[in-house]
T-cell receptor, first 112, second 117 residues
């Protein structure tokens, strides 16, 4: 089954403790992206990647890092999480064109 | 700059009533337009999309949307709402990078739909 898999689904952590949210897709998509969803703000893009070793900032990249060492994986790294990063995070992959966006099920992160 | 605007934060309708959710975009050329739905605790599901051609597009779950270039709008409609339609709805626009078929997907802030029995 074609899918985007995010882990974990839920995470509670403390301020400053590094964490990684994983994202993996099995569709051989070149394009992957991370969004955060906050009430009243919709989904805002954090980072995206057009291909292996090619990443670029989205609209809200501060406090996040990403890497794209292989096509299927696109982890989101929070080196020093802060409470304002408490949010619902979605990973997406696509062919990069307007067609074929697939979203993961989301990761709800709480930073205390 | 905000590429897509959803003017209504929250809409309440009675079950069986008609529904229209508004979406406006700001972009010179005709963009690629989408509507997604997010049920409580769930991910995003694509309802429908518009790329070109017929300006009235049909989607899943009985939804349709009409692209109006003159109004820069892509409003979502349903003739008769069911209680299961209660969810958050997002309009999105795909914008190409200059000279490329590649680009990015931008979302509106969402409209929360409540359905009264």
């Amino acid at each position: 089954e074609a899918q985007v898999t995010q882990n974990p689904r839920y995470l509670i952590t403390v301020t400053g403790k590094k964490l990684t949210v994983t994202c993996s897709q099995n569709m051989n998509h070149e394009y992957m992206s991370w969004y955060r969803q906050d009430p009243g703000l919709g989904l805002r893009q954090i980072y995206y990647s057009m291909n292996v070793e090619v990443t670029d900032k989205g609209d809200v990249p501060e406090g996040y890092k990403v890497s794209r060492k292989e096509k299927r994986n696109f982890p989101l790294i929070l080196e020093s999480p802060s409470p304002n990063q408490t949010s619902l995070y979605f990973c997406a992959s696509s062919l990069g064109t307007a067609n074929g966006y697939t979203f993961g099920s989301g990761t709800r992160l709480t930073v205390v | 700059a905000q590429s897509v605007t959803q003017p209504d934060i929250h809409i309440t309708v009675s079950e069986g009533a008609s529904l229209e959710l508004r979406c406006n975009y700001s972009y010179g050329a005709t963009p690629y337009l989408f509507w997604y739905v997010q049920s409580p605790g769930q991910g995003l599901q694509l309802l429908l999309k518009y790329f070109s051609g017929d300006t009235l597009v049909q989607g899943i779950k009985g939804f349709e949307a009409e692209f109006k270039r003159s109004q820069s709008s892509f409003n979502l409609r349903k003739p008769s709402v069911h209680w299961s339609d209660a969810a958050e709805y997002f309009c999105a626009v795909f914008l190409n990078d200059r000279g490329s078929t590649l680009g990015r997907l931008y979302f509106g802030r969402g409209t929360q739909l409540t359905v009264w029995p």
